[in-house]
């Protein structure tokens, strides 16, 4: 029930990692238990005994790997809300192709770790839902010569750099060969808004909106980014709707 701890397993045959986890997790308010596995099997033999809340797994473990022990924990009866853990950057469509709630890459951040276990009392408190969990929106990024794939709802606001768009997130800031006026349109059911020529923010990160007097801002992400004259009244009418739901 809201407001209670959760119980949580976290799985990783490396003990420096799974100290570093546990500290952290054992440092938020909203986790009680935190089990520890060095690996999948054992993940599985605790989880059996101690049913808990969510699993949060690396990928690479001898024996089961995290995909492996993600596969099977679906066939329990109590599914527990799935975190992967790790420093694989190409793994998050198979992630969450297995109904993951995040994916977090290594060294864990405690503010990235906290949206996390929001992220899981969300998903533990949400409705009964019948069917499939629907699959985060995952968006290809270029790094070097490496493709990674992260989620659009971890997209603050983006910025115009001519044909090029920049995807800033909690993680950093990334380059795509996309219009801004491309992803406004592809976007704009997702919660995107159009603030001036040069950026698009996503409403559900933004943190402040200072909007009447000399240059009007919105903050998102500690960035406090401008809002044109023509985009005024747009983006009120689209704070309007949020507040209202």
């Not at 949206?115 to 998903?123: K, P, W």
């Not at 001036?196 to 698009?200: A, K, N, V």
């Given at each position: 029930m809201p407001g209670s701890s959760i119980?949580?397993?976290?799985?990783?045959?490396e003990p420096p990692a799974l100290d570093e986890l546990?500290?952290?997790?054992?440092?938020?308010?909203?986790?009680g238990t935190v089990h520890r596995a060095p690996s999948g099997a054992e993940a599985v033999r605790i989880i059996s005994q101690h049913p808990v809340d969510a699993v949060f797994l690396d990928i690479h473990m001898p024996g089961l790997s995290g995909f492996d022990l993600a596969r099977a924990l679906g066939r329990f009866?109590?599914?527990?809300?799935?975190?992967?853990?790790?420093?694989?950057e190409d793994g998050a469509l198979e992630a969450f192709d297995l109904a993951a709630v995040d994916y977090l890459l290594k060294p864990v951040r405690t503010e990235r770790l906290e949206?996390?276990?929001?992220?899981?009392?969300?998903?533990l408190h949400a409705p009964t839902q019948t069917g499939p969990i629907p699959r985060p929106e995952m968006v290809p990024v270029t790094l070097g010569t490496t493709t990674r794939m992260i989620r659009r709802d971890d997209i603050r606001y983006v910025q115009a750099h001519g044909d090029y768009a920049r995807l800033h997130t909690d993680d950093g800031s990334y380059l795509v060969r996309i219009p801004l006026a491309d992803l406004e349109f592809r976007w704009r059911d997702a919660g995107f808004v159009r603030i001036?020529?040069?950026?698009?923010v996503a409403l559900a990160h933004v943190t402040r909106a200072r909007l009447t007097g000399d240059g009007p801002t919105v903050t998102s992400g500690g960035a406090e980014l401008p809002v044109s004259r023509r985009c005024l009244p747009g983006l009120r009418e689209s704070l309007s709707a949020g507040l209202a739901r």
């Open positions: 119980s949580v397993l976290i799985a990783d045959d546990e500290y952290l997790l054992g440092a938020d308010p909203r986790v009866e109590h599914k527990p809300a799935l975190v992967f853990v790790t420093a694989d949206r996390s276990v929001t992220r899981v009392l969300e998903t001036h020529r040069s950026y698009l």
